[in-house]
């Protein structure tokens, strides 16, 4: 007994680190795969002993898929870059801009504490980063880096009107069954919050598969297309990003009578459909975004809820949109300053081969939220 205790005091200092809130802690995590190579996982804790908070970031089911397909890894780490960029571009306009930490953590605090709360930017996260990963896994078993896959060469023979299957295409099931192996491995729990996370990931993967397209090239003599052979093409990441921003715009929100766990009982209710928080809504579909918390309005500086605040953000003075500075800096007002700009300007070709240009200076007019 007495062993026990010790145990339980000495791991406590681990447990209480970070925001305190187990989700942030347990989901997600898999996201440090692309700083863990960089940085041993020791964070300092409040007393300032360095602890271990966690070997690696990938549970054990995570582990034994990675080991089960070599090369994978490296498609992982990329899809986690892929959604921090197209993330950042998707929201660069907007006053909750998808801000990331840098190693926080070991990588697993990527996104910040905005994770804590089951609102629509976190709805948005999960189904980046889980399309990501389809993607990434996709075009890797295209190119030949992961071990046990391929392109995907199910299709053949006549396709259509003039044009036969050929080529590669990019094997998109397996990247989307990838995807949910390893992604869903994360999630814990029987909380709404399971399936809000578990529902999303599962919306952004749709995006990537149900948006291949067909690409094709002509052969015969000198381009004719007498015969023209098509493969099936991921869409591009840009796309992706595209959709699912549209759906985060018209991401439904869920009722929190949604709770497939019943507590007290050990009975799991699997949800089949979510019912929306207003009943006068339809139900959300497989590609909706869901969510079931308010967003913080992200005006002011606030880190416990992922919060930057706007202050020091550039706007837009004539934009009646969400980047001008009324909306962005939600009616603090900005500061305009002149600033001088630097370019390379009438550039003209030289024979051969040289390109001279003049330097000019130009003055722009910079909004500052205050
Ligand atoms: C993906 O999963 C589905 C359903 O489990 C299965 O039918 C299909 O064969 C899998 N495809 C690939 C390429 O792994
Ligand atoms: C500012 O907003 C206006 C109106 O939406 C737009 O035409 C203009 O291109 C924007 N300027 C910049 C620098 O983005
Ligand atoms: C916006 O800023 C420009 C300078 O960039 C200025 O000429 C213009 O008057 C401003 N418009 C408004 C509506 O404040």
């Given at each position: 007994m007495k062993f026990c205790y010790l145990i339980i005091i000495c791991l406590y200092p681990t447990l209480s680190l970070g925001t305190g809130k187990a989700q942030g802690t347990t989901t997600g995590k898999w996201w440090g795969v692309a700083s863990s190579q960089q940085k041993s996982n020791l964070v300092v804790n409040r007393a300032g002993v360095p602890v271990v908070v966690d070997q690696t970031p990938l549970n054990k089911k995570q582990r034994k898929l990675i080991r089960l397909h070599p090369g994978s890894l490296s498609a992982i780490t990329?899809?986690?870059?892929?959604?921090?960029?197209?993330?950042?571009?998707?929201?660069?306009?907007?006053?909750?801009?998808?801000?990331?930490?840098?190693?926080?953590?070991?990588?697993?605090?990527?996104?910040?504490?905005?994770?804590?709360?089951?609102?629509?930017?976190?709805?948005?996260?999960?189904a980046i980063t889980a399309s990501a990963v389809a993607h990434s896994v996709a075009r890797s078993c295209s190119e030949g880096s992961i071990e046990t896959c391929n392109c995907d060469y199910e299709k053949r023979g006549k396709g259509g009107k003039g044009w036969e299957w050929g080529g590669c295409s990019d094997n998109a099931d397996f990247g989307s069954n990838f995807s949910r192996k390893f992604v869903d491995a994360g999630e814990k729990g029987r909380d709404l919050r399971y399936y809000m996370n578990k529902?999303?990931?599962?919306?952004?993967?749709?995006?990537?598969?149900?948006?291949?397209?067909?690409?094709?090239?002509?052969?015969?003599?000198?381009?004719?297309?007498?015969?023209?052979?098509?493969?099936?093409?991921?869409?591009?990441?840009?796309?992706?990003?595209?959709?699912?921003?549209?759906?985060?715009?018209?991401?439904?929100?869920?009722?929190?009578?949604?709770?497939?766990?019943n507590r007290g009982t050990r009975r799991k209710k699997r949800i089949k459909h979510f019912e929306s928080a207003d009943p006068q809504h339809k139900h959300p579909t497989a590609s909706d975004l869901v969510y079931f918390e308010e967003s913080p309005d992200f005006c002011e500086l606030n880190k416990k809820v992922g919060s930057l605040g706007t202050r020091g953000r550039q706007c837009n003075n004539t934009s009646i949109g969400i980047d001008g500075c009324d909306l962005l800096c939600c009616e603090r007002g900005y500061r305009s300053e002149i600033e001088q700009v630097t370019e390379r300007c009438s550039c003209t070709f030289h024979w051969c081969c040289q390109v001279k240009c003049e330097t000019c200076v130009t003055q722009r007019t910079v909004h500052t939220c205050l």
């Open positions: 990329n899809s986690v870059g892929m959604s921090k960029t197209e993330c950042k571009w998707q929201f660069k306009e907007r006053r909750w801009n998808c801000p990331t930490n840098k190693n926080d953590r070991g990588g697993r605090n990527l996104f910040g504490n905005i994770l804590e709360s089951g609102c629509r930017e976190t709805a948005f996260i999960y529902h999303n990931n599962a919306a952004g993967r749709r995006i990537v598969t149900d948006n291949m397209r067909r690409e094709c090239k002509c052969h015969g003599m000198s381009g004719s297309c007498q015969v023209k052979t098509c493969w099936m093409r991921l869409p591009t990441f840009r796309e992706v990003g595209d959709i699912l921003k549209e759906r985060f715009d018209g991401a439904s929100q869920i009722a929190q009578t949604n709770n497939g766990h």
